[in-house]
């Protein structure tokens, strides 16, 4: 008889808890911060363009309403 593994598989060690990855796969938090900054960073561009618009809609809308009353 040879020794060694017959035909079931071998049992799997269990693992340290320490250096098996937690959370999000094992991301590395640097790589979690740069996604995080990138995100507020977007949501940043999208607030300033949204209040770019809003201010110059408001200021043609006023403007307009200037001119309206200019001619009665």
Do not use: R
Not at 49 to 62: D, V
């Amino acid at each position: 008889m040879v020794e060694g593994e017959g035909f079931e598989p071998s049992k799997a060690e269990p693992s340290d808890l320490q250096s098996d990855p937690f959370g999000h796969s094992g991301t590395p938090p640097q790589v979690m911060l740069f996604h995080l900054l990138a995100m507020v960073d977007v949501v940043f561009i999208l607030l300033i363009t949204l209040s770019s618009y809003l201010i110059h809609t408001t200021l043609a809308t006023m403007y307009c309403f200037y001119i309206s009353n200019q001619q009665n």
